[in-house]
């Protein structure tokens, strides 16, 4: 079976898209199956990385105009990236593609439908029609029904984060353990705003985590992303930082430190998932509109905080800091978010594909 997912990176765009089909393609092969990738070679791109996973990409050469003035498409227009897509894939036999997009909506996917067997959808908007077999939404709170009147008859809905695309090497982490912190100890905070962080939120957090006021320590440590264009200054700013404050670049060992931190500072994306697998109690902050319903729902379920980035926020964060300096609270959050995802999405998602 070959599979085709066609995402993009970038700069503007993050790494979510490319990152989530990677987790399903890595499945996928670890069942047999052939992965390809068809992605534009944005600034910021994850070509190089996907081949470095033994993938095949096949890039397009797209200008970086944004003709729509969407920030999130970045796509010359659809009829464009279709007969640029269909030329990347004319010589494969094409079992499903994959398509994560914003971009992109049933226009392009009837213009793919012809030269491939099935098609696949991965969107979290629930905000534009599509033509499709099969359809992912992963967010908490997302129903299948959103869906009823944006797909045509006979599409199967996946909805929830029953079905959140895990990465295997998170899923393999997870454990129902209870996190144990000395009462002494200062309180490890994971900072981790995604794989870009393009409006440099990490300084602003930072700045804000400087001002907090406590008896109990802090301990921070920041993850900076692969393309991150503000690792110089926030590398910076943690060296005058009033609590121990380290950097990390696009660590290999990234799992481990969730594992080993007592909570989580993080974008509300599918990364907010992954914090739910392993039980990491989490304050999360939305960084796009996309994120806001997830967000919504996690902390409707007491499985995270929520902040949002509007007038007073420092102050919403530095109270829910102090609420999870308590044991309790922790240990609260932890378990509600461990109930979120099991981390077995990524493989029922496979499943599906691999038997329809």
Known sequence: MHIVFRADASLTIGHGHVMRCASLAQALRAQGADCSFVCASHAGHLNTYLRDQGFDVRALDHTLSDARHNAESLLPNWQDDARATIDAIQHLSVDWLVVDHYGLDQAWEMALSPHV???????????????????????????????????PPGCRVLAGPHYALIRHEISQSRTDTPRPRHQHAPLKVLLTLGGVDKN??????????????????LDIQVVMGLHAPWLTQVS???HSMRWPTQVAHNPSHFVRLMCTHDIAIGAAGTSALERCCLGLPSINLVLAANQRLSAQALHASH???LVELQDGWENALHQQLR????????????I?????????????????MLHA
């Open 336 to 352: 509600a978010c461990s109930h979120i995802t099991d981390g077995a999405g990524t493989a029922r998602v496979a499943r599906e």
């Open 236 to 238: 910076e700013m943690a």
């Open 200 to 217: 440099n939120v990490t300084s602003q957090v930072l700045s804000a985590l400087n001002q907090f006021d406590s008896d109990a320590p």
């Open 117 to 151: 067997s099935q098609l696949m959808v991965i969107d979290d908007l629930a905000n534009r029609a599509h033509h499709c077999d099969l359809l992912l939404d992963a967010n908490p709170g997302r129903l299948a029904n959103d869906y009823a009147s944006l797909t």
């Open 323 to 334: 609420a999870l300096q308590q044991d309790a609270p922790r240990q609260a959050m932890h």
């Open 303 to 305: 499985a995270a905080a």
